[in-house]
Structures are given as structure tokens and as C-alpha cells.
């Protein structure tokens, strides 16, 4: 069990996701923005621990490992895992520029082994690249132990339709027009490379997967986790999960409206979920 093919690792060697044009930039953005902050729901999870151990698996870059370790270097021991050695060793150039004491290793999330449980674990648009995304959830769920929480961050079965159907209408469209376009959804990122590899991420990518929060609620809940919240309801506690199932097909026309609106949405949602 493995990536879906060596054209994904390939892929991402020519450019990895969420790449800043030099290390300079990645190191100031790194220092300038909390992703606490970013993500208010980390920050609660951290609230409940003195020390917290967390792991990144498809951590790219290190952008996240990286953040979380030097706004947070007394509290958080932080371990990054991707299956691309050109990203590992670019996060460990900016982990060396920072003096950070992050980790990072290179390996197939499928083969990775430790013997370190871990309070935390993080994936954030990863699993729905491998050729099995089910068995990946399982496989990051063996680092998790009791009480233990797990952010995943997935493309959606509805949400993620309208973004990809906007695209497709352009297949017979050249690249540099198809850039252009998703230039005219993504306004928020002023680093051209950056910018090209989420585009390469998320218009061009060789294999994806999309999921719904029922079906990934039901395989986290034969892993003996607990479903606390997810974006689709806006990270409100979960008192009964029928009622998101219900009303997650809303995603598609969020998605689309979005998409009319000439707005940036590619059709991704996040679940917290906790080990029994």
C-alpha cells in the first residue's frame, strides 16, 4: 500500500505544495503567523495538554511542523512525515534557520513506524492523494493513543464538484490560461511560486479522491474515535451526526455560488476527532 503511483511523487519533486519562491520568505511568513491562529480549533486541543507531542503526516514543506515549533517551542515536540525527500529536506533547511527542534522524516505514511504515541495528529490535504484513503486514515490512526486527537483535513464528495467541473470546462485550454483563471479565485497569496504550486496541487494533480464526513465518520468510528466537530458545521460540537449528514450536500451549492462569485473555495472540510 503506497502513493497511487510514482507520477504523484514525481509531481510533487518538480514542485512540492505550498512552496515559497526562497527560503527567506518562508522563514518570515513562518515567524509572522501563529497557526494557532490560523486554526482556532488547534488551539483549543493545545489548551488541554502541559506538553503536547503532535505528528504532521504529508507534511510538505514543513510550513505547519515548522509554525508550530517556534511559536510554541516550550510546549510542543512536533514531527513532520512526507514521502517527498525534496520537501523534508527544505523544511529542515528553514528548521536549521530557525534553530527549531522540530523532526522530520521521509517516508511512505503506509511503512512509517514509531514507537512514540502521539496527542496529536495532524493531515491536511494528504490522504485523499494515496490509492486507498480509508486505509491511510487507519494506518495514521496506530500513532494516536486513549484520548488523543485527530485533525483531518479531506476534499469533499459535494463541495469539492463545483471547483473541479470549473476547470474541466478549460480542458482544452493551455496551462498558463488555467492559471490565470484560478489567479482570479485565489487572490490571497502574493508569492508567485507559492501560488503555482497550489494551483499544481489543486488543478493539474495526477490522482485525488473525494470524501463525504459520513463516510469518514464511520471509518474513524471503527478506530474508536469519537467525532467532536467538523467544518461543515462550523466546528459547533456534534450532538447528533445525522443532522450533518443531512446537511453536508449543502456543500455543493456553497461551492458553486463561490465559484460564480469568482471566490476561492475548493471544496475541503476538516473533522476533530478523538480516541476513546
Not at 502513493?3 to 513562518?30: H, R, T, W
Not at 517556534?70 to 529536506?89: E, L, M, W
Not at 450533518?244 to 472540510?269: A, R
Amino acid at each position: 500500500m503506497t502513493f497511487k503511483n510514482e507520477k504523484v511523487l514525481d509531481f510533487y519533486e518538480k514542485l512540492p505544495f505550498n512552496i515559497y519562491g526562497d527560503l527567506k520568505s518562508a522563514e518570515e511568513q513562518i515567524k509572522k503567523f501563529d497557526p494557532l491562529v490560523i486554526y482556532p480549533e488547534l488551539k483549543k486541543i493545545f489548551k488541554k495538554f502541559e506538553r503536547i507531542k503532535i505528528i504532521d503526516f504529508g507534511c510538505g514543506g514543513g510550513w505547519l511542523v515548522n509554525s508550530i515549533s517556534y511559536h510554541h517551542r516550550n510546549k510542543a515536540q512536533v514531527t513532520g512525515v512526507d514521502f517527498n525527500p525534496v520537501v523534508i529536506d527544505y523544511a529542515n533547511k528553514l528548521k536549521k534557520k530557525l534553530n527549531l527542534n522540530s523532526k522530520f522524516y521521509s517516508s511512505d505514511l503506509f511503512t512509517f513506524q514509531s514507537n512514540i504515541k502521539y496527542d496529536l495528529i495532524i493531515s491536511l490535504g494528504v490522504l485523499h492523494h494515496t490509492n486507498n484513503c480509508h486505509e491511510a486514515i487507519k494506518h495514521i490512526c496506530k500513532s494516536a493513543c486513549k484520548n488523543s486527537f485527530l485533525f483531518l483535513g479531506l476534499y469533499h464528495k459535494y463541495g469539492r464538484e463545483p471547483f473541479l467541473n470549473h476547470f474541466r470546462d478549460m480542458k482544452d485550454k493551455s496551462e498558463d490560461f488555467k492559471f490565470n483563471e484560478y489567479k482570479k479565485l485565489h487572490k490571497n497569496i502574493n508569492d508567485e511560486k507559492k501560488l503555482y504550486s497550489w494551483f499544481r496541487d489543486q488543478v493539474l494533480h495526477p490522482h485525488e479522491t473525494q470524501h463525504s464526513f459520513e463516510e469518514i465518520s464511520k471509518v474513524l468510528i471503527k478506530e474508536r474515535f469519537s467525532i467532536l466537530s467538523c467544518s461543515i458545521n462550523r466546528f459547533n460540537k456534534i450532538q447528533n451526526l445525522e443532522e450533518v449528514f443531512s446537511i453536508e450536500k449543502e456543500q455543493y451549492q456553497y461551492s458553486l455560488n463561490k465559484i460564480k462569485n469568482c471566490e476561492y473555495f475548493p471544496g475541503f472540510f476538516i473533522t476533530i476527532a478523538k480516541k476513546e
